[in-house]
């Protein structure tokens, strides 16, 4: 069972540079969600889905994108890379009202 | 609860005892809780979860309590042991549009 994929699991850009990264699930979850943790921190919401076609913000979604093309897909897109973006960023997926499904995260530092 | 940009706080316990981790949660319309264990470098994984119209339900060597009076959630764990150390998140899922809140989460050291 492949469960949440994550890809890249390391990735370094400077800043100004974009990228995307890409989240993908196999169990046909509707939600799907980006999340951010900081070392030593919690979790914050950056963006999420309920569907394919629908997407919403979170907590903190300044500075990224993202689009819902099919249930599987959730990519997440970083344009004008900033310090402030260093972060490990995971993906989850879910049915609705049940338990989340997290991908192994990307560590991104932004230099 | 929502993350406030606060560094974890930690939790040593001495190997065979038992763990509370405690969790203030914030929308009183949430429904469904849920906890989560974070290995270091791994994402979350699930542990055992609850519905509001449950105040207790137990795993295997886990029990999680739910106080909606005062929108509280703890996690306890018996005869704590190694392999336990980890972060521990609980998160709450509001009935409506079903986005899942973290809280600030707790760090279990667990002492040999």
């Known amino acids: 069972n492949a469960g949440v994929t994550q890809t890249p699991k390391f990735r370094i850009l400077k800043i100004g540079q974009s990228m995307t990264l890409q989240c993908a699930q196999d169990m046909n979850h509707n939600y799907m969600y980006w999340y951010r943790q900081d070392p030593g921190m919690g979790l914050k919401l950056i963006y999420y889905?309920?569907?394919?076609?629908?997407?919403d913000k979170g907590e903190v979604p300044n500075g990224y994108n993202v689009s819902r093309s099919t249930t599987e897909d959730f990519p997440l897109r970083l344009e004008l890379a900033a310090p402030s973006q260093t972060s490990v960023y995971f993906c989850?997926?879910?049915?609705?009202?049940?338990?989340?499904?997290f991908g192994q995260g990307t560590r991104l530092t932004v230099v | 609860g929502e993350s406030v940009g606060l560094h974890l706080p930690t939790l040593s316990v001495q190997e065979g005892d038992n763990s509370i981790i405690n969790c203030a949660y914030s929308?009183?319309?949430?429904?469904?809780f849920i906890w989560y264990k974070q290995e270091s470098g791994k994402g979350p994984q699930f542990i055992i979860d609850i519905r509001s119209n449950m105040d207790k339900r137990q795993g295997q060597r886990v029990t999680v309590l739910l106080n909606k009076t005062v929108k509280h959630l703890s996690l306890q764990i018996a005869a704590t042991q190694p392999g336990d150390s980890a972060v521990y998140f609980c998160a709450e899922n509001s009935g409506g549009y079903q986005k899942v809140t973290f809280g600030i989460g707790t760090k279990l050291q667990v002492i040999p």
């Open positions: 929308n009183s319309a949430s429904d469904y």
């Open positions: 989850a997926s879910s049915y609705p009202a049940e338990e989340a499904f």
């Open positions: 889905s309920v569907g394919a076609g629908i997407t």
